[in-house]
Structures are given as C-alpha cells and as structure tokens.
C-alpha cells in the first residue's frame, strides 16, 4: 500500500515553514495518541504516521531529500526500511518536552521507560576545597596537605547500606520499577521513584555499622601536588577523591580551588612580574647598576642609563611565573620610580642652586615641546 504524502499527513502546504509543522504535528500527536485513544488500532496508526511525517519534515536534511526523492529518500540500504524501527518518543518529546508516555513508547521499540538506575546515577558528589598560597608556592609548586571532612564508603556493608548476608527486597512504593507514574488527563507523567531513589530496591535488613546509610563522616588528610605556575582561579580536579557513591556508585570528585595571596614586592599579571623600584634623582640623572630581587628568591643587577626617566621599564627575561605544562617562564619588569628629594641638607641645597644656574631648560627638548605647545595654546 502506498504511502500517503507526508505533507498530506499533517495538513499543511509544502511551502510550510517549521513553526507550522510542528504546531500540526502537535495538533495531530495530541489527537490520536493511543492514551487518549484506548484499543483504537486506526488513531494508534495515525499516530505513528504523524509522528514519522514530522520526524522527516521537521529536519532541513531529511525534508530536502524528500523534497527531492519522495519516500524513495528512505529507503534501500541507506534509508529507514520504511521506518519499521523508528522510535516515536523522539518525535512527541521534541514536541512536549517531557518524559511522558513511556510505558506506551516502550511497545514501539523505544529506549526509555523500565529501566533501573545505574550504579552511575548513586555516584558521590563532588567536593569543592579553597586553597590560598604564597606566590613563592606558585613559582615553585608544593605538595600541599589537604584535610577536610567528608564521607567514606562503609566498610561493613561495601556502600550498599544492608547488614552483610541479607539482600534487598523490592521496593513496595514503585514496585521493583525505580519509577511511579502519576496521570494529569491523558498525560502520564513518569518520575523517579522518591522512595527507592530509582534504584527499585529496599532495604529490609540495614548495615549495624552505617545504619542502612552505606557510608559514614570521617575526617581526611589527603596530598595534592600544586603544580608550579598556578594562578588564581585555576582548578585541580583531584579524581574519586569526594563523597562516597552508594549501591555500587564510585566515588565523587574532589576540586581544589587556588588563590594567590598579595605580595609585598611583586604584582603578577599571568606570567609576568612587575615592581616598582625607586631610584634617586642623582642616579637617574647619573646613571648606575642596581641590585633587585627576583622571584626565586635571588638577586638581578640592573643598569641604569644616565638620563632614565620616571617611569621606564626594564624587562628581566625568563624570571618571572613558570608557565603551567610548560618549559617557560614569563619576564620579570622593573618600573623606575625616580624619588624627588623632600628635604635637603644646606650643601645640597647649594649645589642644587649651583646645577640650576648651569641648568639650560630652554634647550631640554621635553620642557621646550611642552612651552611650544602651551604658546599655542595661550594664542589661540
């Protein structure tokens, strides 16, 4: 029997644009759904086609090649066989957006519906740790000592909550399922069990140790290598280091979170270094060699050339922050801060005068260009 045209199917003109499609599929999905429509074989059937209609048109790819081909589109080797194995619950939840008439997906060859949670599903939950160091610990790594409380698998009954010998029995609230259904008009709505946790089982006979819990608080002391070059706001994940997982589940993970505290001398911006130096007029105006500490905790000579400005930076290459996973290191800048004098002796004050009247500020090419610009200025 030959197939009836898709647009056909849901009612609207082959120029229809997604939006109208979906709200006709909608029309037609909630009209003949087999809940509302219970025992009608012909509305079953006109769901089906309805939803298989959308599940073609409602994708660019698939509506162009059966724009082009036609049912032919799907079928062969490459094609859906006339979609014998075509799953339903894609189609109306795309639509409604829900978990909804699973028990009723489950008879077409759907996927969702009876099945158990996994062991994956009672997995501990994560662990954050907040963690300050020194920007010394930054350049040079640590290994750091972690101790926090937290909850580890008990023993006794290997997380699964019951007394070693007995078993569990299956959950009276949901049946064995793992899942309770509650109706709204003809919608189902399907749910986690909130008495078994999904898991479909009780426990009739609880662990002595961990009272059917399946893990006890305990405090721990842990080792976590910081690496060199970490910054503020980086992240070690530290792997089955959080709570303990139940029934089975593996353990959470543990996030360290760092912080570089301030430090007195340096200021870090990603890789690289900056301070401030203070020089004296003299030794600007003179030039001379200092001696500046640098991260590692070592000290760096400096020249400074005659007629430095307040201001200039000099870069140290390679000593600044290690870069993590990496062989490099970021520089290190010195901004020369040049320190006008507060006070004077009466021999400096002298000398001072002396400099000034050997000063000639109207060749100084700085203070020149600003007087010629500030002429201009006063003209205008």
């Known amino acids: 029997m030959a197939k009836k045209d898709y647009y056909e199917v849901l009612g609207v003109i082959k120029s229809a644009s997604s939006e109208e499609i979906k709200k006709a599929y909608r029309k037609q999905a909630l009209k003949y759904h087999p809940d509302k429509n219970k025992g009608d074989k012909g509305a079953e ?61 489950e008879g077409f060859g759907g996927t969702r519906g009876r099945s158990r949670r996994r062991s994956a599903d009672f997995r501990g939950a994560d662990l954050r740790y907040d963690l300050s160091i020194s920007l010394e610990d930054a350049y ?55 008495e078994c946790s999904g898991s479909g089982e009780q426990i009739s006979n609880p662990c002595n140790e961990c009272r059917g819990v399946g893990k006890k608080q305990t405090q721990r002391k842990i080792y976590a290598n910081i690496p060199k070059g970490v910054d503020d706001g980086t992240r070690i994940r ?38 401030e130096f203070p020089i004296s007029l003299a030794d600007a105006a003179l030039g001379t060699t200092v001696e500046v500490p640098t991260i590692d905790g070592k000290k760096a000579k400096v020249k400074i050339p005659a007629g430095t400005q307040n201001g200039k930076q000099f ?12 062989k490099d290191y970021g520089d290190l800048y010195i901004q020369a801060m040049t320190q006008v004098p507060m006070s004077l002796t009466k021999e400096q004050k002298n000398l001072l005068e002396q400099f000034k009247k050997l000063e000639d500020t109207k060749t100084n090419p700085i203070i020149k260009d600003f007087f010629e610009k500030a002429k201009k200025f006063w003209k205008n």
């Open 238 to 275: 530290l792997s089955g280091k959080g709570e303990a997982g139940i029934k089975g589940g593996g353990n959470g993970d543990l996030y360290i979170f760092v912080s570089i505290k301030s430090h007195n001398i340096f200021k870090r911006s990603e890789e690289n270094l900056f301070f």
């Open 45 to 105: 059937a006109k769901f089906k086609e309805a939803s298989e209609a959308y599940h073609v048109l409602s994708d660019k790819d698939r509506r162009r090649g059966y724009d082009q081909f036609g049912h032919a589109a799907f079928e062969g080797a490459g094609g859906r066989g006339g979609f014998s194995n075509f799953d339903f619950t894609g189609a109306f939840s795309d639509i409604f957006g829900s978990d909804i008439f699973d028990d009723f997906f």
């Open 140 to 194: 040079n790594g640590k290994k750091q000592e972690i101790n926090f409380s937290s909850s580890d698998k008990c023993t006794r009954c290997n997380g699964y909550g019951a007394e070693p010998g007995s078993k569990p029995i299956s959950c009276s609230t949901c049946g064995g399922r793992g899942q309770v259904r509650s109706s709204q008009g003809f919608f189902t709505i399907q749910q986690t069990c909130p």
């Open 315 to 326: 870069r140290l290459k390679d000593k600044g922050m290690p870069i993590m996973r990496n």
